[in-house]
């Protein structure tokens, strides 16, 4: 196979200063994707150097669903600013070039790690979005956050490379032809305004058929998003109770809750004795790192008031355990300040009905601020220590 040649690649659009442009866009995706990502990964460490806040209670809703939001916009970005890029990487350098030649050597590795991390980063994080899970051999989460700062790294490396060519391109006007290859002579399909104004309309339409994920009021014109406010009273279901391997023992009537403190079984408490203690109501949302989220009103007994009535003292994070037998979320944990906090319930209820199986029946952990994936449904036990 013939390795092309700069100069085959002769449209007038393939310019740094159409590249620039887009790059700068494509950078705030990445630089958020990145930071929204961190919180993320943050709020599902079990016991963080740092404790991530309770509040607000539509904290993490709002960073997960920019975290969606910013990476779909990436793709479009990512597609036009390769492909204007692409002749630069047949470019012949000298071997006695010196430090143009490790300039040029540091760049292309630069852009192979990039581009490599980068496809891997939104393809995968697209299928998770999707709820398509096709891998086996790797954690999603563990692999998704290794390659972030992989692909922050590389893009900060390519950034400081090519400052001075992005500072001329920025600062001249978009027609400049000053630092075009030579060959880039022939006038393209479109004008670079028009191209790039076509890039920002495929990244303004990306942004608006996930969003409704996350933004109720653009459900109707967000064709790409999922869960979007389908289900018992008005919260999607990601996990059936069939898919749990629950539905007899959540059903069971014999079911009880094992409050443990010190590893001594302190009650068991069945559903009409939850019943029977002080009922409250917030309105929560459930937000999951795909990315869509939903608000429900949720009532049921305090968590801290369960803990407190089996001797429990105040502070201590909660194992909880679920009746689902398998799973890398049936067991997760509760930190003290969220267990604390009066908005976090053991719920029984939701939009004024009894949960649903597929909801958690009997009962479910509901807390501000905490990812779906923690907000664990059927649950069998909480733990703490003395």
């Not at 990445?30 to 929204?36: D, E, H, K, N, V």
Request: aromatic share 8%.
């Amino acid at each position: 196979m013939r390795v092309p040649h700069p100069d085959h690649f002769t449209s007038r659009l393939r310019s740094p200063a159409v590249a620039a442009r887009v790059g700068v866009w494509l950078g705030i995706s990445f630089g958020t994707c990145f930071l929204t990502g961190l919180v993320s990964h943050w709020a599902q460490l079990p016991s963080p150097a740092i404790g991530f806040p309770t509040s607000p209670a539509w904290g993490y809703r709002f960073t997960q669903g920019l975290h969606v939001v910013t990476g779909c916009a990436a793709v479009p970005l990512l597609l036009v600013k390769l492909w204007t890029v692409y002749p630069r990487l047949f470019e012949r350098v000298d071997p006695r070039a010196g430090r143009r030649l490790v300039a040029v050597g540091l760049e292309r590795v630069s852009i192979a790690v990039l581009v490599a991390a980068s496809v891997f980063q939104l393809a995968t994080g697209l299928a998770n979005a999707a709820q398509w899970y096709p891998w086996r051999e790797f954690s999603f989460r563990t692999t998704h956050y290794a390659l972030a700062w992989v692909a922050i790294g590389a893009l900060l490396v390519h950034v400081a490379v090519k400052l001075e060519v992005i500072r001329a391109a920025l600062g001249a006007d978009v027609d400049d032809t000053t630092d075009d290859r030579e060959s880039a002579v022939e006038p393209g399909p479109v004008s670079r305004r028009a191209l790039l104004r076509t890039t920002w309309a495929a990244a303004g339409v990306a942004v608006l058929a996930t969003a409704g994920g996350t933004v109720p009021w653009l459900r109707r014109v967000s064709v790409l998003a999922v869960r979007t406010g389908e289900g018992p009273g008005g919260v999607p279901i990601n996990k059936s109770a069939a898919a749990a391997g629950v539905t007899a023992t959540a059903a069971d009537p014999g079911w009880a809750l094992e409050v443990v403190v010190g590893g001594d079984v302190r009650s068991r408490l069945g559903l009409t004795d939850l019943r029977a203690l002080p009922q409250h109501t917030v309105d929560l949302p459930i937000a999951c790192v795909e990315g869509w989220s939903a608000q429900g009103r949720w009532s049921g007994v305090r968590i801290s008031d369960v803990l407190t009535a089996a001797g429990a003292t105040g502070g201590r994070d909660v194992l909880v355990t679920s009746l689902q037998q398998s799973g890398a979320f049936r067991r997760t944990v509760l930190p003290g300040a969220f267990a604390d906090d009066d908005r976090t319930l053991l719920a029984l209820d939701l939009a004024g009905e009894p949960l649903s199986l597929d909801h958690g029946h009997p009962c479910r952990l509901v807390a501000p601020n905490r990812p779906g994936v923690l907000q664990t449904k059927w649950l069998a036990s909480l733990e703490v220590d003395a």
